[in-house]
């Protein structure tokens, strides 16, 4: 007779999801899972069947992490340059109990250019929070807080590429009024 799981799977998925995000992929060992997750080695294969493809179940976890948060910051927001403020405020402050940076862009970084499934993890991602950064510029765009200069798509792929920046250098010892300043200035760049 087969045994039962003694452990919660959303809670051991946590786990691994702050490991990988403070180590990295490679850094991080079946023996740190193990000893990370509180869970005998043969559970963690029996349940995610090897170490890559617990990190895809833990990317696909991280992803739908950000974009409740993303979401949360964005429907509390009365202005366009509200939302976008959430998002930076998100990025540059992190979560409590949590890994400064993004794990999605650390495992790009990572992995991506080796890797076809992290590869496209990311560029799904990226190109998710591509669209939400259109739509916010062209709510701004339509009630005059953003220029219109620009395609809304233009300006989204540009902040995309600065909030990845910001994700990155947040994972090092630059202050926060750095990070505060040169979030300012991309978003100043957008007004009309």
Known sequence: MARSKEFEENVVLEKAMKLFWEQGYEKTSMNDLVEHMGIHRRSI???FTDKH????????RFGERISVRWAAGIKQSRTAKQAL??????IINGEKDAPPGCMLVNSAVELAIRDEDID?????????????????????????EF???????ELAEYLHNALTGLRVMVRTSVSKEKLRRIAELNLRILEA
């Open 45 to 47: 294969y029996d349940t």
């Open 53 to 60: 493809t617990l990190f895809l179940k833990v990317m696909d």
């Open 85 to 90: 403020q959430s998002i930076v405020d998100f």
């Open 120 to 144: 496209a993890i990311a560029t799904t991602a990226f190109a998710k929070s591509e669209e939400l950064l259109a739509e916010i510029v062209t709510w701004g765009q339509q009630n005059g």
């Open 147 to 153: 220029t219109k200069q620009y395609e809304a798509k």
